[in-house]
């Protein structure tokens, strides 16, 4: 059968991640979560103290970062790899989100995220999911989604899942960080956060993920079967 390129955009907490891994799972397809990349970059620069406004600081420690995804098989999850070292947990932490959209807003940074992202799409078979997936990454891309859903729900679920790894955390600190982050990933010089002309917009605040799966799968298989 056909394999195509699915992506997924949309501002955070959106339930992208969400349904881009149901529906890489229903259809076989490899889920990419590329939001995981530009975390992984940042706990990088974070750890090395690097001065992501300084370019050839910022090429130099590019240089030296690998990333890969790597399936696990006990939770059916991708799981990100930096340096061989699994940094899932780290990268959904409170100091990574607050410095995250300003590391991804750096040009060096996404042409590298950008072109690794592209390799990845290479055989086709993927689900990818972030902000620029659609409009900048695979213009071409058979099948795109462009996810919405009101502000105050994405607040809750941001809130419920970082409630895990931070219990001191309050639904302010959230807001605040979401709000923050839609702004630059909105407003950054390079590619920024757009809903691609031949997206779908789908509403999720009031849809289950089965609800979302119906449309989504109709949809893909649709485009499978041209
Ligand atoms: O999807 P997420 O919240 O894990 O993404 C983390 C940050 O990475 C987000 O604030 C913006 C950035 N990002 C991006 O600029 N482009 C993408 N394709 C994916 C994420």
Request: charge should be negative.
């Amino acid at each position: 059968m056909k394999k195509i390129i699915i992506t997924i955009d949309g501002y955070s907490s959106c339930g992208k991640s969400t349904l881009a891994k149901a529906l890489a799972a229903q259809l076989n397809y490899v889920f990419i979560d590329s939001g995981a990349m530009y975390r992984a970059i940042t706990l990088y620069f974070l750890r090395n103290h690097i001065d992501w406004n300084n370019p050839s600081e910022v090429k130099n420690a590019i240089e030296n970062i690998t990333l890969e995804f790597s399936y696990n098989k006990e939770n059916g999850s991708c799981e990100m790899f930096l340096n061989d070292e699994n940094v899932e947990w780290l990268i959904r932490d409170m100091l990574v989100a607050e410095n995250v959209s300003e590391v991804a807003a750096v040009k060096e940074v996404r042409e590298f995220a950008i072109a690794e992202q592209r390799k990845m799409g290479k055989g086709k078979g993927i689900v990818m999911d972030g902000r620029d997936i659609g409009s900048t990454v695979f213009p071409k891309a058979e099948f795109k989604i462009f996810l919405i859903a009101d502000p105050a729900i994405r607040v809750e679920r941001r809130f419920r899942e970082m409630l895990e790894k931070n219990p001191n955390i309050t639904i302010d600190e959230v807001k605040a960080n979401l709000e923050m982050r839609d702004y630059i990933d909105s407003n950054r010089e390079f590619s920024p956060l757009r809903k691609a002309k031949d997206a779908v917009e789908l509403d999720n605040s009031n849809l289950t993920i089965e609800d979302q799966m119906k449309i989504a799968l109709k949809l893909a298989k649709g485009k499978i079967q041209d």
